[in-house]
DNA sequence: CTGAAAGCGCTTACAG
DNA sequence: CTGAAAGCGCTTACAG
């Protein structure tokens, strides 16, 4: 009897029809040791020839890597995540890692899922940005996973990550707003103990006292982050005997929301209502007036995060914890 | 000499702590065949106990299946794509799959590479969301890939796609404009010959028509999808001696540079110019006056692409093949 | 410079 | 209902 033909283009068949051993050609391949000009040659004809390509599950068997990180990103309708993940690709590319996108979908309860398949899928990292999901951190990290997370108040863990500077984000807003001359500055910040909303509003409060005056809890609104939080919010603060004549919205969608507001209430902005956002989201440019923003370089914290990951890849022990703090940027538009 | 203790968590390390075979192990994690209720419990109880998960990679080797599928996205930060995405993983999530992303990064050029990248790793299937890459296409078709293109003008080929139906979205926005009593309506394209411009732009010469118009090539500019291109477009047609009273763009980012042209000129939109765009991305909702536009239903796409795409991952031999046309809206605000 | 063989961690005919 | 063994397609000590 003689063997049923192979069906499979396997490194067998490459070395039959080189007429080598499977070791010669898995050399060739890698490179892992020297292999005659000649034979190499050879080798390579044939490959070309058949158009073979290595399997690359049994690669990643015999390595333990995936060559694969994964991102779960909070939103990825938020224009913010598809900045970070094109930074994240264009960083991890030249390691030859690919992304897995995971999106909670605007929920962060999904990430214990993403995470379970990620450790399944033994990727070799994944950038977190996601936020107040500490344990899941932890979680990969026992995994023997590399892992940085992208987000403010993560100073504590044992954890690289990479973060806008939040505090600072605030009072840059704050005083931009006071040296456009404006007083009874407010603030809409996001949800209480949220990172980064909890950063911006002390930066916020910083510049108060630095510039003097003693913050009011009056002026200091909460919403969700939402263009209709931020609307109503607006309402709520202009409802008061002496309405604030600026305010500082912790994001874009916010700061749009109490545009609306204001130009409904008949104010001009600036004139009457100044308003900075942060984020510089595209719309941001494309409202009117234009909004007056701090951009956050998303794709910068992309690519940071992706070089955090490959050196923790390529030394998943090293003791020390690094922390990439990115700048942002003042950007002086017309409503403020 | 005694074996070296083992290190890793593998499938025989539960065997040994269960005291059944490799055999049995596998099937309780597969359910390939029966196994009396008291051996899953011990089994099951082990796994839980070491926390023992199977190695994807070995799984992968023995099913040369990935359980992975690829988006080729043109420009992830354009909106458009992440709703696509997340759509697509919403629909194949239950299947178990996951989403490896590649971002065009804008330009089509990286596409090959993309291809590449996955037939090298075996991904399952792939949403091409690149235009004017049919020969990719045909290349992961011959790879054995399962393959899904998004866009327009692909009737021809024999892979499956999803669209929206761009002629009757150029027919329809135009036909707006009509039906609110404007006449003399222009149109800025995109550049001709591509898709999904080329389309439109027929859509609109077809309504035109329809009315008992002749189409004015001289009301007919083409641009390059951008604000800028779409606020130059606007001068050129304002420019002549009967400027038109209203414009059908092809996009949302060129009606909206339309609109800044208008503005700029002095003109009230709409009662001056009336302007329609395409897609209803975020902005649109947010300039002032609120743009009128026909919304695309990107996560729809996404998701009837995961759906095509798994029906063709499960039988890839299918000789027809399926195209899905999505349903678009239109959303009058108020600039038409 | 090259090869035979063991091993990575699973799955699955084959046998009982 | 269960197990021993071959096999998936690679890599890599070991030997020459």
Redesign the pocket.
């Given at each position: 009897m003689e063997n049923t033909p192979r069906v499979?283009?396997?490194?067998?068949a490459v070395a039959e029809a080189a007429?080598?051993?499977?070791?010669?050609v898995?050399?060739v391949?890698?490179g892992?040791?020297?292999?005659?000009a000649?034979?190499?040659r050879k080798v390579e004809r044939v490959m070309d020839d058949l158009d073979?390509r290595?399997?690359f599950f049994?690669?990643a068997?015999?390595?333990n890597k995936s060559q694969t990180v994964a991102l779960i990103a909070q939103d990825i309708t938020n224009p913010f995540y598809p900045a970070l993940a094109r930074g994240l690709q264009s960083s991890v590319a030249e390691a030859n890692q690919v992304v897995m996108l995971f999106d909670a979908g605007a929920g962060a309860s999904l990430t214990s899922a993403f995470v379970d398949e990620a450790i399944q899928r033994r990727v070799d990292g994944v950038v977190v940005a996601v936020s107040n999901v500490e344990d899941e951190l932890l979680r990969l990290q026992r995994a023997g996973i590399a892992v940085v997370a992208v987000g403010s108040g993560l100073s504590g863990l044992p954890i690289d990550w990479v973060s806008a500077d939040d505090e600072l984000i605030g009072t840059d807003a704050t005083r931009h707003l006071f040296e456009r001359g404006y007083r009874r500055i407010a603030t809409i910040s996001g949800p209480p103990a949220s990172e980064p909303g909890g950063g911006r509003l002390a930066g916020y409060v910083k510049a108060v006292n630095a510039f003097g005056e003693t913050p009011d809890p009056a002026l200091c609104e909460v919403a969700d982050w939402t263009r209709e939080g931020g609307e109503a919010a607006l309402y709520r603060l202009l409802d008061q005997d002496d309405p604030p004549r600026a305010v500082f919205c912790a994001n874009d969608l916010m700061a749009i929301g109490a545009m609306d507001a204001a130009l409904e209430s008949g104010l001009r902005v600036p004139q009457d209502l100044a308003i900075v956002g942060v984020d510089d989201i595209d719309a941001a440019g494309l409202v009117r007036p234009a909004l007056s923003t701090i951009r956050v370089p998303a794709e910068e914290i992309g690519r940071a995060a992706g070089e955090l990951l490959l050196h923790r890849i390529a030394d998943g022990s090293a003791r020390s914890h690094r922390h990439v703090l990115v700048q942002h940027k003042l950007i002086a538009r017309h409503s403020a």
């Open positions: 499979t283009l396997n490194i067998q007429g080598v051993s499977k070791t010669t898995s050399h391949l890698s892992n040791r020297p292999v005659s000649a034979t190499r073979y290595p399997n049994a690669q068997l015999n390595s």
